[in-house]
């Protein structure tokens, strides 16, 4: 089972809406790595990234190429609702970074 590459988000919804609200500056991402949550979600290859925004200093959970949940101040702030499969990457996410 292959796994997926990393793709540079192109749709960030909540995410971007910060952005456009004026509060942060022109995201910029890097991969720190990629999520492992156990379970073999669509045979094992679901899409979930933890990547650095690195102009505003903040860490991310990618879901396939969406920003879904991000560490505000030590808290994991999630950006929606979304599948199970991503609410279980958001939990290891928190548990993990937050």
Not at 3 to 18: C, V
Not at 86 to 98: E, K, L, N, P
């Amino acid at each position: 089972m292959a796994k997926h590459t990393w793709s540079y988000p192109y749709e960030t919804g909540e995410y971007r809406k910060i952005f456009e609200a004026g509060m942060m500056k022109e995201p910029h991402f890097e991969l720190v790595e990629e999520l492992d949550v156990g379970r073999g979600s669509f045979n094992g290859a679901g899409q979930a990234w933890v990547v650095r925004d690195t102009a505003n200093g903040l860490t991310c959970l990618q879901s396939y190429r969406t920003i879904v949940s991000v560490m505000l101040g030590g808290h994991v702030r999630h950006l929606g609702k979304w599948t199970r499969t991503t609410s279980r990457h958001q939990c290891r996410f928190g548990c993990r970074f937050g």
